[in-house]
């Protein structure tokens, strides 16, 4: 228990410590500090090359409920871009709206340069999609359900055994691949998704939500498959996830997402920077308990791991780092209350997850 | 708790190992030709429906008790009792093609109930983000409909044989009985698929399916000629897709006069319409 929240402070800045160390395999390169950088330059690429994912003025409003209000963003080519947000933030709506599955007006959505209401082909074969809910096929064995994505991307005859069998292994399926899917555990259905979407060799691999109702250890099972991949073939990943702990680990830059907005935009680094810098100016500026200074909950003392957790620690708070899901509460303003019952939740699976490792 | 931190390592020795065989996924495949997609996303969807019948049989057991029942029971009684002019055909064997034709549109009514099933599980979704255009999705589930219905007819036929109805076995006229068959139910499936996209759940799509399967089975030449019906069923007859498809099974089959060109022109422009029509519904799932 204690070697989990001695690895929290891990979290601070410059302190890649050994809360970080499982996850630094997450990158090809051996040395941990290198984990968060894109693996293509970032600055070098983005002049010519176009953006992975460029959405500007995006809107898309069901009936009177504005899903997605406005949001402009770009993702660059070979970067893990996270999605954040509570739900009904919109999330899926954006995704949808890149996807080609809901229809935008030319111009809002552009994948690699191409534009999703006028290239829809094109854009589509550009893609991996992983839909929020389970979506491979129960009654078909897992080969067969990546068969028929195969097949659908017009893999040709000759080589759609080696790729499906490629794509099944790279997500350690290999030895379930007869197996009917129904027989699969959540874990399992979701990286046979992933296998599905990587068939096509797509540029650009967007999963909605990967790892929602899994437990801990599928959780992380599913974010190494999709990093070994990431690593192996150097394709963009786009996620949207509600658990902020997530994002931080495995996000390379994140969108905070609320009410169908952008809030804020950065490397998880930048985002609890900028909240620091923020809480400083305030401290400054008027006394420590100022009103609207956006103060951690404590988390409820039977658990004592929260004990010395830097979020539940006061004391520390003028140099402790915050946490991205304190970012978001400070960029999310008053609005956030009522969906409290979110965080509470991202907070108790958070300590599962840290409890089982 | 002091395993914990190697928990992730062990788990990503597997996605390790994997790696170095990703060659493939590195190159995107060659997208096919305009023309060829619509063959290929009919062929990738007819593969699907026989994998999945291949792995559970149980459909095509159950759905094979009921035309056993309409011809074992309906079509012996009433030729026995002769009350239906048929003009010389024995009863049951002027019933067997109509039968055909009926479990044949009970199956593709069916995939209306598919398609918002496979919306709701995402499965329809992430077909929708591959490069497979509306209509040749709808094509290709609608051609799934009919090889299924096709399984469905041979059974019914083998068993109409047993019963003793004299059909042909001239391979030609079997394929056109094939052809007739696939058509007829690309037609159902893309009217059950287009009312699917405009009632959107299952329980409306399942009352509405029981509500028009019947009436359209009455309201067609499958259970007796159209020379006996009233004047008002005649018309909706002429209307009714079934009608035709009876028409040319039971020509093909029995031999008996039929109007096959007119049959297969009507059978073949039901099926185009119906996929347009589907295909063009197939975005209000999609929402
Ligand atoms: N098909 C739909 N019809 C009507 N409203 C929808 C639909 N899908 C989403 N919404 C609404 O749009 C908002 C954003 O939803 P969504 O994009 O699913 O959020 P998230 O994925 O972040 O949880 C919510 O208020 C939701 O109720
Ligand atoms: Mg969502």
């Known amino acids: 228990m204690t070697s989990d929240d001695e690895g929290r402070p891990g979290r601070l800045p410059g302190a890649a410590g050994p809360g970080r160390a499982p996850f630094a395999h997450r990158a090809p390169a051996p040395d941990a500090t290198a984990h968060r950088a894109p693996a293509p330059a970032p600055d070098a690429g983005s002049a010519s090359a176009p953006d992975a994912v460029t959405c500007r003025g995006l809107r898309y409003a069901f009936g009177e409920t504005r899903a997605v209000d406005g949001v402009d963003l770009s993702v660059r080519p070979g970067e893990v871009f996270g999605l954040l947000g509570p739900n009904g933030a919109g999330k899926t709506t954006a995704i949808r709206c890149i996807t080609t599955l809901l229809s935008v007006p030319a111009g809002m959505v552009r994948v690699f340069g191409h534009d999703a209401a006028k290239e829809r082909m094109a854009v589509r074969r550009l893609l991996g999609y992983v839909p929020q809910q389970l979506s491979a096929d129960a009654g078909l064995t897992g080969r067969e359900n990546v068969a028929l994505f195969a097949r659908v991307f017009d893999v040709p005859r000759r080589e759609r055994a080696a790729r499906v069998a490629q794509a099944l292994a790279a997500v350690g399926l290999t030895d379930a691949a007869g197996r009917l899917a129904n027989t699969y555990s959540g874990g399992m259905v979701r990286r046979l998704e992933l296998a599905q979407a990587l068939v096509s060799a797509p540029r650009l691999l967007m999963l909605d939500e990967p790892t929602i109702g899994l437990d801990p250890i599928a959780r992380t099972s599913v974010w190494e498959h999709i990093n070994a991949v990431r690593a192996a073939t150097g394709m963009t990943v786009l996620v949207t996830t509600h658990y902020m702990d997530e994002a931080d680990q495995y996000c390379d830059r994140v969108a905070l997402m609320h009410h169908g907005r952008i809030r804020a935009l950065g490397t998880p680094d930048e985002l609890r920077a900028a909240l620091s810098a923020r809480r400083r100016a305030a401290r400054t500026a008027a006394p420590p308990t100022a009103p609207g200074t956006p103060t951690p909950t404590p988390a409820p003392a039977a658990s004592p791991a929260s004990a010395v957790s830097p979020s539940a620690a006061p004391s520390r708070s003028s140099d402790a780092a915050p946490t991205l899901e304190d970012v978001f509460r400070d960029v999310a303003g008053s609005g956030l209350d009522e969906q409290s019952g979110d965080f509470r939740d991202v907070r108790s699976t958070r300590r599962t997850a840290h409890r089982v490792g | ?287």
């Open chain 2, 1 to 287: 708790m002091s395993e914990a931190p190697a928990a992730p390592h062990t788990a990503s020795a597997e996605p390790a190992t994997g790696a170095g065989r990703l060659d493939l996924l590195l190159v995107p495949p060659r997208a096919r030709a305009g023309w060829q997609v619509l063959p290929a996303r009919v062929v990738a969807m007819c593969v699907v429906e026989l994998q999945k019948l291949r792995h559970d049989r149980t459909e095509l057991y159950t759905r094979a008790v009921q035309p056993a029942l309409w011809l074992l029971i309906f079509g012996e009684t009433f030729t026995r009792i002769k009350a239906i002019p048929t003009g010389g055909t024995p009863y049951i064997d002027f019933l067997a093609p109509g039968i055909i034709a009926q479990s044949a549109m009970f199956i593709a009514i069916f995939y209306g109930i598919m398609i918002i099933w496979e919306r709701d599980a995402g499965i329809l979704t992430k077909l929708l983000v591959t490069p497979t255009p509306r209509a040749a999705l709808i094509a290709g589930k609608s051609f799934a409909a009919g090889v299924k219905a096709l399984i469905q007819a041979v059974v019914v036929i083998v068993f109409a044989a047993l019963l003793g109805v004299a059909m042909t076995w001239n391979p030609l006229r079997l394929l056109a009985v094939a052809v007739a068959v696939v058509l007829g139910s690309a037609f159902f499936s893309c009217l059950s698929m287009s009312i699917a996209g405009i009632v959107l759940t299952r329980d409306r799509l399942m009352g509405i399916g029981q509500a028009i399967t019947m009436p359209l089975f009455f309201a067609s030449n499958a259970l007796y000629p159209v020379s006996v019906m009233p004047g008002w069923l005649q018309t909706v007859s002429k209307i009714n897709p079934l009608s035709y498809q009876v028409d040319a099974l039971r020509g093909l089959l029995l031999g008996t006069h039929a109007h096959l060109a007119l049959d297969f022109t009507v059978l073949t422009a039901a099926a185009a319409l119906g996929i347009a029509a589907a295909a063009s519904l197939l975005g209000r799932l999609a929402r």
